[in-house]
């Protein structure tokens, strides 16, 4: 087997790592979001409520383990896990909020039309020989813009017209930031010679976590549209 060979399987093997565990932390806040919203919905809401700052605690939190999982992923695996464990309860609890507010069929369209632009883009950034880089920088620096007119429009102008034009926006960035992720973990594969350890490829499926998880979202508000 030559060496070209070994570096493609090495790379799948890396890939299946990182999808692998994007299921786990899909399946973990699907999950509890399932739970919040039927089983344990009363202990969930005392939960948040007594939560310091409540829902914006949460959220709080969820942005802190992010953070915590940035600088320590590389160097602990073990936590590296644990904390995207630890994210994937938080957020499913934080979705259930959201999904409270929607009916079945709209949540099922929201899901079934960002899986299949998640994949669809994964598989550009997987297979795309173009370098990508270029996009990723302009989607998150657009990111920036978009999360302080949604704080805008949250807090000041109110406005369903620009609510619905920021989650088309949305939809377009987190669709080049999936395919650029994705190619980035071919990158990282190759910088490394195929030594990234557990700890990266955590990080990388919960960057690809959030992608999935804010086009979902961005879906959700376009269908939800009445």
Not at 79 to 89: K, M, N, P
């Amino acid at each position: 087997m030559n060496n070209q060979s070994v570096q493609v399987q090495g790379l799948n093997k890396f890939y299946s790592k990182i999808y692998a565990y994007l299921a786990m932390g899909v399946g973990i806040s699907a999950l509890t979001s399932y739970l919040s919203l039927t089983v344990f919905r009363p202990q969930v809401a005392s939960f948040i409520n007594n939560f310091p700052l409540g829902f914006m605690g949460l959220w709080i939190a969820e942005i802190a383990l992010v953070l915590v999982l940035g600088m320590k992923a590389q160097k602990n695996p073990s936590l590296a896990i644990g904390g995207f464990i630890a994210y994937s309860v938080l957020n499913g609890i934080t979705l259930a909020v959201t999904l409270s507010m929607y009916t079945p069929g709209k949540i099922t369209a929201a899901f079934v039309t960002s899986a299949g632009m998640f994949l669809g883009m994964s598989a550009v950034g997987m297979f795309t020989k173009k370098d990508l880089s270029g996009i990723g920088r302009a989607g998150y620096s657009a990111l920036i813009g978009v999360i302080l007119a949604m704080l805008l429009n949250g807090f000041v102008l109110h406005s369903s017209p620009v609510d619905f034009f920021i989650s088309i926006l949305m939809v377009l960035i987190f669709a080049g930031i999936t395919a650029y992720d994705n190619q980035n973990i071919r990158n990282i594969y190759f910088q490394t010679n195929g030594t990234a350890n557990n700890g990266v490829a955590v990080f990388m499926a919960l960057q690809l976590y959030l992608d999935f998880i804010n086009l979902f979202l961005a879906f959700l508000r376009i269908f939800g549209r009445d």
